[in-house]
């Protein structure tokens, strides 16, 4: 017993001691040198989403945030320069327009006679016109200040008609003004807190730097002179089903009248819903594929792209579009694959933050 202590246990534990160094040597020095075997490679790869051309009903439906406006009143102006020798009303009294509201006496010179002998002396002779002043529209003569035996001018304003009529207005931007050059006929009136919607028949789009603006629809003079930038224009975030009003500026208005009878009242907010045509079966791409919206654009062709080379460039021409899709007349064919996104194009931050999300993706135009 004593031997083994002695002797054969510290042996086996210098034979332990020496199996664990020779270990640790061998793996600092030695598999610390062999050459690593090369690591796979990952095997994901970011696709480029692409889509098909397909065909589609595109409802061209522009939404306003527009205001119910009083109609500015109409001043009465004399017509002929004068004395007041009548007047036909009061003020305060409902007319119609062409009704009479007071009299104006000119004295004219008749051109004289030529004489019926030598040295007979010629006569002239005054002639006396009398002109009715009318109303120019219709509604309450809310001011007449005509005096009788007053001498007035042509053009004088002597008077203010209130025609009491009502007009649905708001402001459009670029991106509404170029979806509704179809000429809209029509608008949907939505009152807020008021009566039922309503259909407003003749509606009048005006460019704020044309005070004159168009007429749009009823009238058949519609539309407004824009001209359209190379490369198309970039539309502002929109929804399906219709555009609705953005943060960019304005550089119109829209207006449509109440029609008689709808009982509103000045400052009432509305939602005007314009309908600018519609295309029915046709091709149509995303606006995301398209740089442009208006009349020219241009897709990315996506096979091309998936052989890894760059993207092929197509210019095509574009029709109607909802904010969502677009009316493609021709350059593409139903079925070719064309490019989700606009290389390079930046899209609209969802309302998380990040990703696309669900906001619509801003074009770009130019």
């Not at 007009?167 to 459009?172: A, C, E």
């Not at 003749?202 to 002179?225: F, R």
Request: with cysteine; aromatic share 4%.
């Amino acid at each position: 017993m004593g031997v083994f202590r002695r002797v054969i246990l510290p042996v086996a534990w210098l034979l332990v001691f020496a199996v664990i160094a020779v270990a640790l040597v061998k793996i600092a020095f030695v598999d610390g040198l062999k050459p690593q075997g090369a690591e796979p490679a990952p095997m994901a790869r970011v696709e480029t989403p692409v889509v098909p051309a397909a065909r589609a009903t595109v409802t061209n439906t522009v939404q306003i945030k527009a205001t119910v406006q009083s109609d500015p009143v109409v001043g009465v102006r004399s017509t002929a320069a004068g004395t007041v020798v009548h007047l036909y009303v009061e003020p305060g009294v409902a007319v119609a327009k062409g009704d009479q509201l007071f009299q104006v006496k000119s004295e004219r010179t008749k051109p004289a006679s030529t004489a019926a002998t030598p040295g007979e002396k010629t006569t002239s002779e005054p002639v006396y016109v009398y002109t009715d002043v009318l109303a120019p529209a219709a509604g309450k003569l809310n001011e007449l200040t005509a005096l009788l035996d007053q001498q007035l001018s042509v053009g004088e304003v002597v008077g203010k008609v209130d025609p009491g009529t009502f007009t649905v207005s708001g402001p459009v931007n670029a991106a509404q003004q170029y979806r509704l050059l179809a000429k809209p006929g029509s608008a949907q009136i939505s009152l807020v807190g008021g009566p039922a919607p309503f259909a407003c028949p003749a509606v009048t789009l005006k460019n704020n730097a044309n005070d004159a603006g168009a007429a749009a629809g009823g009238n058949g003079t519609g539309g407004v002179g824009m001209a359209v930038p190379a490369g198309g224009l970039s539309l502002a975030a929109a929804g399906p089903g219709g555009a609705t009003q953005s943060e960019s500026a304005s550089t119109g208005t829209i207006s449509c009248p109440v029609p008689a009878g709808t009982e509103v009242f000045a400052g009432l907010g509305a939602t005007m819903t314009v309908s600018a045509g519609e295309a029915k079966d046709v091709v149509t791409v995303p606006l995301t594929s398209v740089k442009g919206s208006v009349k020219e654009g241009i897709v990315w062709m996506a096979g091309v792209a998936a052989e890894g080379k760059a993207p092929e460039q197509r210019p095509v021409k574009l029709g109607l579009n909802d904010g969502d899709k677009v009316e493609v007349l021709s350059g593409l064919a139903e079925g070719e694959r064309v490019l989700e996104f606009v290389p390079g194009a930046p899209a609209a931050p969802s309302e998380q933050g990040y990703g696309p999300g669900p906001a619509a993706y801003r074009p770009a135009g130019g």
